[in-house]
């Protein structure tokens, strides 16, 4: 399986077409960040992406950027200002490159000359915040689009260092405050959950936890049920593929997943060396479809990210592609069975039912 583990950087209250472009080197002609049409509306909104997290993935074939409010008050301001990105985002793509060149920043001039040389882009909306999964097809303008994503993971490293030392965003710390803030109001959001009652985890049949143990892959998950409980997986269909994104509902689980997460490496590298009929044997059924995949020569890779992970999986051909959405069909209708499971059991417990 092709499977490689992403460049991740996950910061403090930053917004992809904004506050990365300071760190840029500019060009002959290019609008200051202060000035560019694009970025100018989320400058306007500072205390919003300050109450943001975001991060960048560089994957085998292209970009994600993942962004997440911490403040679920803010939502519908956020929702806005994303509709407003992407209604820009289409304007240029329109209005072609010169008004590109004479509007926008050098980060936002370099972003629409990819996208016109055939850089691909997929928005997905997810609970707290939005993806974009971008992705270049041919090898040489993979290879620049690449270079140029280092170069962004690296002015998000600069940026984010300057708003936790308030040289931008305000008076001394306000960076640090402010996202800080953000997170006092989301911790009290989850706070009111966790003050409940908890409820009693349902107990996950021994047939199941046993075909998980067996797994390669699952099995480290497997001596950790309750987390199973805690990931919320969601999956989107892209044109080429998929993205699941997992999210850890349970902040207090989020370290461990992640731990389990990292094993997956040495996991997967177990897994390239199996035979088809060694896998039958070593894998469960949810793994042997992605190792199909992969045999097939689908694209897979993944990345951890605040809230937990996500996968991407992409094919090259027609009848590849098929069969990705047909696994993140299966994988919706899986997952809708599992909540329908337990969902019932719980149901069973509080009625006094076995």
């Known amino acids: 399986m092709k499977h490689v583990s992403l460049k991740t950087i996950a910061t403090s209250g930053l917004a992809a077409l904004a506050l990365t472009l300071g760190a840029l080197q500019p060009v002959a002609g290019a609008q200051p960040v202060e000035k560019c049409k694009i970025c100018d509306t989320i400058f306007q909104e500072m205390d919003l992406i300050m109450a943001c997290e975001y991060s960048i993935h560089k994957w085998d074939e292209g970009l994600v950027t993942d962004l997440r409010l911490m403040n679920p008050s803010l939502e519908k301001r956020l929702r806005e200002l994303i509709a407003r990105d992407r209604d820009l985002t289409q304007k240029y793509m329109h209005l072609g490159k010169e008004a590109c060149d004479r509007d926008l920043c050098t980060s936002c001039r370099e972003y629409f000359e990819f996208l016109r040389a055939g850089v691909t882009q997929s928005f997905i909306d997810t ?38 030392a308030g040289a931008i965003g305000g008076g001394e710390h ?9 997170h006092d109001v989301h911790g009290a ?7 409940q009652k908890q409820k009693a985890l349902p107990q996950i049949p021994e047939a199941m936890l046993a075909e998980l143990r067996k797994c390669e892959i699952c099995r480290d998950f497997a001596e950790h049920p309750e987390i199973m409980f805690s990931i919320k997986p969601e999956v989107s269909i892209l044109a080429n593929g998929l993205v699941i994104n997992h999210t850890v509902s349970d902040p207090a689980m989020l370290a461990t997943y992640h731990e389990l997460h990292d094993r997956l490496d040495d996991s997967v590298e177990r897994m390239k060396a199996m035979t088809a009929a060694e896998a039958a044997k070593r894998l469960c059924s949810h793994c042997l479809k992605f190792d199909e995949l992969s045999r ?5 890779d993944g990345a951890k990210t605040a809230t937990g992970s996500l ?14 959405h047909d696994f993140g069909l299966w994988v919706i209708k899986t997952m809708a069975e599992f909540e329908a499971m337990f969902g019932a059991t719980e149901e069973q417990e509080h009625s006094g039912g076995r």
């Open 127 to 164: 609970p707290m915040g939005a993806m974009t999964v971008t992705r270049a097809a041919d090898p040489a303008l993979l290879k620049k689009y690449h270079a140029w994503g280092d170069g962004m993971i690296e002015a998000v490293k600069q940026m984010s260092a300057m708003l936790e």
């Open 189 to 195: 959001h989850e706070q009111g959950h966790s003050g």
């Open 296 to 300: 097939d020569g689908a694209v897979i």
């Open 311 to 324: 996968t991407l999986i992409s094919g090259n051909t027609p009848e590849l592609r098929s069969k990705v």
């Open 174 to 182: 306000a960076g640090h405050d402010a996202h800080c803030s953000a």
